[in-house]
């Protein structure tokens, strides 16, 4: 693995059901962020990490959750998916936490929820 | 907390004009400014980035200019070529602790 990749690449999913989204970055990069963009909207934060074992809230946390038990690894979860939770769905990360420095994105997931 | 507006939504230039994207921000703490390029069906990229401390920065045609008592910050493409249509997004960061903001976006066309 060279850099920030997303799994799956897209996925229709029923209401109501469970989803996880995973992201892996293999640059050792201290924090980690998840971004939804929507139509119009731009970039909006969901959850991010400074660090492992770290975790806070963005712009748009709420229905989504969480965890980063490592440095490589930070997973996004739906647990009761929404129609309003259809969108491109963006990993990234960076050497530095707050935000000030370059972030590097993941090619993304398109999530649809029916 | 920090807003972040952006203009136009939407641009087209003639290849080989100019384009300018302009942005402006709500939070005086914010320092930092960075720009991201977003090609359709890819992730975006880092383009140029600038820090309170200066008031432009450019790296070959592209250069980015900041108002600190405006609070303005704009985004320059001079000479601009096929390559360049994206979507572009503008950022502020407060301060070290806060997580960066984006604009709307800018959707570039380069018309031939």
């Known amino acids: 693995i060279a850099g920030i990749t997303q799994a799956p690449t897209s996925q229709i999913l029923a209401a109501g059901r469970r989803m996880t989204l995973r992201c892996t970055q293999d640059m050792r990069h201290n924090a980690m962020y998840w971004y939804r963009q929507d139509l119009g909207l731009g970039l909006r934060l969901i959850h991010y990490?400074?660090?492992?074992?770290?975790?806070g809230k963005g712009e748009v946390p709420d229905g989504y959750s969480v965890s980063r038990a490592n440095t490589d690894d930070f997973p996004l979860t739906l647990a009761s998916a929404v129609p309003s939770q259809t969108s491109v769905y963006f990993c990234?990360?960076?050497?530095?936490?707050?935000?000030?420095?370059?972030?590097?994105f993941g090619p993304g997931t398109r999530l649809t929820v029916l | 907390g920090e807003n972040v507006e952006q203009h136009p939504s939407t641009l087209s230039v003639q290849e080989g004009d100019s384009a300018v994207i302009k942005c402006t921000y709500s939070d005086s703490a914010s320092n930092y400014f960075p720009w991201y390029k977003q090609e359709l069906g890819k992730r975006p990229q880092l383009i140029i980035d600038?820090?309170?401390?200066?008031g432009e920065k450019k790296d070959q045609r592209i250069a980015v200019t900041l108002n600190k008592t405006a609070k303005h910050f704009s985004l320059h493409i001079t000479e601009t070529q096929p390559e360049d249509s994206a979507v572009y997004f503008c950022?502020?960061?407060?301060?070290?602790?806060?997580?960066?903001?984006f604009g709307k976006g800018t959707r570039l066309h380069i018309l031939p």
């Open positions: 600038i820090r309170s401390n200066v």
């Open positions: 950022a502020a960061v407060p301060n070290r602790d806060d997580k960066i903001i």
């Open positions: 990490s400074n660090t492992a074992g770290t975790t």
């Open positions: 990234a990360s960076s050497w530095t936490s707050g935000g000030d420095g370059e972030q590097f």
